[in-house]
């Protein structure tokens, strides 16, 4: 058994969190919202009252946090106040899951390689059914001796684990599949969306295309129709899931380091557009596959 800090426990880190638990380690919960932490303790976690107490005898800290300036607040510091590495002890393993720029990535894996810690960046993807199956895909950035250390803890949340390469690069691959993934709900809403303006059953036509050439993963397990797939946010009012805002966030990374490196991504920019727009018209806090709403009649 393990003392784990798990700090961040949203949509995807209360699950990730609970799995832990239910594997045996002493999962010290930590986030801004009580609900969250009493969520995790219900199934077996240990309450946290702050980061800093989370993080007090704990051999592995695990982070699940929105967006790059909530990690660099977390662990450089705000304003003058210092950051979580200041508390954790040197030796730590910390394993950040977040996705956030690989540049943030990398400038907290430097300064917490000056105080002894081992920092790598350990994205996921599938989801928040992957998160409660513990079926995630984790895309690793750090050493290969860190990514050893981490493993048995990856295992408890996921099923595929890759090293992408050095600290950073697990944020890189990551952007890469949401603008895949970003592009992926649009064109297969458009789609659906086209079916059923012409009558279609928006089931019949899910299941034809999905056994089709333009067979993807919203098709799979997460259709962007309501009432297609049962557990789907699109059948729980665009609830829960990963939110507008999120994949927005994920776009603009992509974006940002398409400029950087020169690459050519115009769908990702259209794509960034469009999820802006929805997110303009007040929907950032719905699921991302309510995008479809852009593309069907007002009710
Ligand atoms: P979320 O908004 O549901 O959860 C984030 C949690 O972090 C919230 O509970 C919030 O209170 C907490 N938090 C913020 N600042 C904090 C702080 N300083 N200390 C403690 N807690 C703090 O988000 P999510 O859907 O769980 O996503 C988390 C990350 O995972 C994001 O980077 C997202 O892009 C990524 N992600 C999400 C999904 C998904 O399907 N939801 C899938 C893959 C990756």
Redesign the pocket.
Known sequence: MTTIAF???????APMAINLAKAGHDVHA????RE?IAKVVAEGGTAAVS?QDAVEGAKVVIT????SP?VE??FLGKDGAPGLLTHIAPGTLVID????AAASSQKVAKAADAAGIDFMDA??????GGAIAGTLTFMVGGTASQLERARPYLEKMGGNIFHAGPVGAGQTAKICNNMLLGILMIGTSEAIALGVANGLDPKVLSEIMRRSSGGNWALEKYNPFPGVHENAPASKGYAG???TD?ML??LGLAQENASHVKASTPLGGLARSIYAQHSLKGNGGLDFSSIIQAFQPRA
Do not use: C, E, R, Y
């Not at 930590?30 to 919202?33: E, R, V």
């Not at 899951?97 to 956030?100: C, L, N």
């Not at 994205?123 to 928040?128: A, H, I, K, N, W």
């Open positions: 700090i961040g426990l949203g949509n995807m880190g930590f986030d801004l919202s969250a980061a699940m946090l929105p967006a909530h607040a977390l899951s977040s996705t956030i994205p996921v993807s599938g989801g928040t899931g990963f939110g999120l966030k994920d």
